[in-house]
């Protein structure tokens, strides 16, 4: 039963520097996922704070003194013999220089660069969490003048808009579809946006794209339908929804109200 396993709270920190690039450490031989890259940090020991716990560890990991900042993201893990709650802050401000103490290597990395780290599961969802820009676009049916309707997308992008889903449900098999949709990656690209395809796979990859799936189509895949270096979403309606989204590795969902989105 769940409630018998080991119960293990970890922190880890997302240190950013001046140019904001962030810090990953390589995990050393003879360790668990030895080889795989991770956000530094360790295990809260018994009468810590998490914020106490964080710092010891970034201490001894690391030969720094940090000030702890905000909560990016909390993601539970369950395996077979534990439970682990990855706990990870924000770290902005710290004395000393960052080195690998325990001879782990280490990589100041572009936040757009991360997704092509091989990292533990745990820490994939907060690759995600720091990727997130504060609005999702999702653009309107085209109608009848495709010129207008990149002209509207062009306009967005200009504006700061920072990711698009792309969706056309009343021709997204057509010709005409599948070449506004290549325009339109092309200008979400010239601007270093995030570009979705809404629903259609093949689509996507043959574009270079992400995928943003229907909730109806949740129930089709085991696992995840893209590569980890390509963005994956779900629109969902309910828990039993977000469940399978997490369970195929969507790097993010959006709750809808009704529709299949």
């Not at 936040?111 to 091989?118: M, Q, S, T």
């Not at 395809?197 to 992400?210: C, K, S, V």
Request: proline content about 6%.
């Amino acid at each position: 039963m769940a409630s018998s396993l080991r119960f293990i709270h970890v922190l880890a920190a997302v240190i950013t520097d001046v140019r904001g690039r962030i810090l990953l450490a390589r995990r050393t031989d003879g360790r668990d996922l030895a080889g795989l890259w991770e956000f530094p940090g360790g295990k809260r020991e018994a009468g810590e704070s998490p914020e106490q716990a964080l710092v010891r560890e970034l201490q001894e990991e690391l030969g720094i003194t940090v000030q702890v900042g905000a909560p990016l993201i909390n993601v539970p893990q369950e395996y077979p013999d534990k439970r682990l709650h990855l706990d990870v802050r924000h770290v902005t401000t710290w004395s000393g220089i960052p080195r690998g103490v325990e001879g782990q290597a280490l990589a100041w990395v572009a936040p757009e660069k991360l997704v092509r780290y091989n990292m533990p599961p745990a820490d994939r969802p907060v690759v995600a969490a720091l990727r997130q820009p504060d609005r999702y676009l999702v653009t309107p049916e085209p109608g009848t003048d495709g010129g207008a309707w990149l002209a509207a997308l062009e306009v967005a992008l200009d504006a700061g808009v920072q990711r698009v889903q792309l969706r056309a449900r009343g021709e997204d098999a057509s010709p005409r579809w599948r070449a506004l949709a290549e325009s339109a990656v092309a200008l979400c690209r010239q601007r270093e946006a995030d570009v979705l395809i809404n629903g259609q796979l093949e689509l996507a990859r043959e574009l270079g794209a992400g995928l943003h799936l229907r909730a109806s189509q949740l129930r089709e895949f085991q696992a995840r339908p893209v590569d980890d270096g390509v963005m994956l979403a779900a629109s969902c309606h309910d828990r039993e929804d977000l469940a399978r989204a997490q369970a195929i590795g969507c790097d993010f969902a959006v709750m809808a109200g009704g529709g299949q989105h």
